[in-house]
T-cell receptor
Framework: DTGVSQDPRHKITKRGQNVTFRCDPI?????LYWYRQTLGQGPEFLTY????????KSRLLSDRFSAERPKGSFSTLEIQRTEQGDSAMYLC????????????FGEGSRLTVL | GENVEQHPSTLSVQEGDSAVIKCTYS??????FPWYKQELGKGPQLIID?????GEKKDQRIAVTLNKTAKHFSLHITETQPEDSAVYFC????????????FGAGTRLFVKA
């Protein structure tokens, strides 16, 4: 399978703990995006990378959130000092510059903060 | 920034009927309007898209229309089938290769057999 993969698929943590999610995009895709989706809502843009450069961050991305894409391939999203309001599905997507604009999504990492 | 509004939030139709979902966008610079389908436990998947230089596009039972002047676009599904039941999202972006895509809140479609 050469689609976008995310790990872990589910994470349950206690408030105040740190969590990290990993995303492996489609190999030839140079853009990578992180979105957050809460129940009954559409995906909300968090941040995106072109190769290793983080080009834009949403105001939703507080200073407790950090994303990296160190070698322009996989990416990590870390949430420090988790709060109950961080409970959501974190979706990763990738695309190719110059393509149609279609985003290819992974199946997401569901975070539950107790 | 861009804002995308989507209606209705829930839509229930009888198998074989048509379903229409409507969206409006705020940023006149947006030039790419994709529609995604999300099934339970999965990420959204593109089903059809339209660019701002086109008014209508059709792919089998699915069609999209775009009115740039009014800044609204619609998804039409004809001859609905139970497997069409899912959540549908409209979205808008500008530039090429995806850029920052902004999504509507979604429409949960139920197709009753």
């Amino acid at each position: 399978d050469t689609g976008v993969s995310q790990d872990p698929r589910h994470k349950i943590t206690k408030r105040g703990q740190n969590v990290t999610f990993r995303c492996d995009p489609i190999s030839e895709h140079n853009r990578l995006y992180w979105y957050r989706q809460t129940l009954g809502q559409g995906p909300e843009f968090l941040t995106y990378f072109q190769n290793e450069a983080q080009l834009e961050k949403s105001r939703l991305l507080s200073d407790r959130f950090s994303a990296e894409r160190p070698k322009g391939s996989f990416s990590t999203l870390e949430i420090q000092r988790t709060e109950q309001g961080d409970s959501a599905m974190y979706l990763c997507a990738s695309s190719l510059v110059g393509s149609s604009g279609e985003l290819f999504f992974g199946e997401g990492s569901r975070l539950t903060v107790l | 920034g861009e804002n995308v509004e989507q209606h209705p939030s829930t839509l229930s139709v009888q198998e074989g009927d048509s379903a229409v979902i409507k969206c409006t966008y705020s940023d006149s610079a947006s030039n790419y309007f994709p529609w995604y389908k999300q099934e339970l436990g999965k990420g959204p998947q593109l089903i059809i898209d339209i660019r701002s230089n086109v008014g209508e596009k059709k792919d089998q039972r699915i069609a999209v229309t775009l009115n740039k002047t009014a800044k609204h676009f619609s998804l039409h599904i004809t001859e609905t089938q139970p497997e069409d039941s899912a959540v549908y999202f409209c979205a808008a972006s500008k530039g090429t290769g995806g850029f920052k895509t902004i999504f509507g809140a979604g429409t949960r479609l139920f197709v009753k057999a």
